[in-house]
């Protein structure tokens, strides 16, 4: 049986006590259901979620890492600062990491192994922009982007490993992809990961769906063969509609 997850990702919101606040609506009305629910704060309200969470069914995030253990890095967040918060998922590539700041498939691949290296579970995103895939791009994009990520790292390294597919034309838009469109990219997801490292690591991986899911889609997107539960944004910021969406995957 594959993971089920469904993931928070705030983004650059919610204070230290905002997300004290959002926590707390969570935690007093999260559903018994299997998937595995987390949450992704900003770097400054990590460490008080981190307590809220202790004992809790509910998972701690991060949105993003850099490659290095230490050093001269002005801004950025290490790997062993994240493990000391009890940090267990971290975001790899989110498409606004990719174009908003830059980061290239080369960076992201030493994210990536630093994640794997130092114990966290990462959440790789994955995706393509409208323009590549109105002109028929979308699997050599995010065939491009595996393949990069994934490169000299072995199945026994990638235990761990979660791919969110975020269809960057449907991020923040309003818009998302068809429980259709994302099946067919989840299945070649999948597909991709069977030619790297066969057919039973790829049958385990948990696939992902990110881009305007709001509890009015959930459920029919994950009633779909390969999609194992979704990367929520703005969705996320609200315990009411957060739950609502765990509350509709479960069923």
């Not at 691949?109 to 130092?118: I, M, P």
Request: proline share 4%; hydrophobic share 40%; charged share 25%.
């Amino acid at each position: 049986m594959r993971r089920k997850i469904i993931a928070g990702n705030w983004k650059m919101h919610k204070t230290v006590r905002e997300a004290e606040e959002l926590v707390g609506s969570i935690l007093s009305g999260l559903p018994d259901t299997p998937y595995e629910v987390v949450v992704c704060p900003p770097f400054t309200a990590l460490y008080r979620v981190s307590q809220l969470l202790k004992g809790s069914r509910l998972k701690l995030g991060a949105q993003n890492m850099h490659y290095e253990l230490q050093g001269a890095f002005t801004g950025e967040i290490s790997a062993p600062m994240l493990k000391e918060l009890d940090v267990v998922y971290v975001i790899i590539g989110h498409s606004e990491r990719r174009h908003i700041f830059g980061e290239s498939n080369d960076v992201i691949a030493k994210k990536l192994k630093r994640a794997v290296e130092t114990g966290l579970k990462p959440i790789l995103c994955v995706g393509e922009k409208l323009e590549e895939r109105e002109g028929g791009l979308t699997e050599e994009v995010i065939g491009r982007q595996l393949n990069s990520a994934l490169e000299g790292l072995s199945r026994e390294d990638l235990g761990d490993l979660v791919i969110a597919y975020e269809p960057v034309w449907a991020i923040g838009t309003g818009r998302n992809a068809t429980p259709q469109q994302a099946q067919e990219v989840h299945a070649f997801i999948r597909h991709r990961l069977s030619e790297l490292y066969g057919d039973e690591f790829a049958d385990s991986r948990t696939i992902l769906y990110g881009g305007s899911v709001k509890p009015h889609n959930i459920l029919e997107l994950t009633k779909e063969r390969d999609v194992d539960g979704a990367l929520v944004g703005g969705a996320s910021l609200s315990a009411e509609s957060f739950l609502e969406i765990v509350e509709k995957a479960h069923k």
